[in-house]
């Protein structure tokens, strides 16, 4: 069984600093796509940053320069930090893989459990 467990989410003064963690607990052969996404109550889920398999990055305006996406592959581990926090960015955090389980098998979208982030004074 594959699944991804969330970890890192808690307080969080504004201005300070969070590390989420995203762990592929089972065998998988690679994965292919790395998201990470957010949903604070009454908004849609909305993408925050993604990394390839080649390790370019991409963020969204709302957090770019303040969020980083970075992975260890030996781990299968996607890894969010966020820095400089502000209140807006209160919300559960989702981390998105795709995930090829065995080669020449198709890709599946997998998503963690959530973890919540508040940011207040």
């Known amino acids: 069984q594959v699944q991804l467990v969330e970890s890192g989410g808690g307080l969080a003064q504004p201005g300070g600093s969070l590390r989420l963690s995203c762990a592929v607990s089972?065998?998988?052969?690679?994965?292919?796509?790395m998201n990470w996404y957010r949903q604070a109550p009454g908004k849609q889920r909305d993408l925050v940053a993604a990394?390839?398999?080649?390790?370019?990055?991409f963020a969204a305006d709302s957090v770019k320069g303040r969020f980083t996406i970075s992975k260890d592959n030996a781990k299968n581990t996607v890894y969010l930090q966020m820095s400089s926090l502000k209140p807006e960015d209160t919300a559960v955090y989702y981390c998105?893989?795709?995930?090829?389980?065995?080669?020449?098998?198709?890709?599946?979208?997998?998503w963690g459990q959530g973890t919540q982030v508040t940011v207040s004074s």
């Open positions: 089972g065998s998988i052969f690679s994965i292919n796509a």
């Open positions: 990394i390839t398999t080649g390790g370019s990055t």
């Open positions: 998105n893989l795709g995930l090829l389980i065995r080669p020449g098998g198709d890709e599946y979208d997998y």
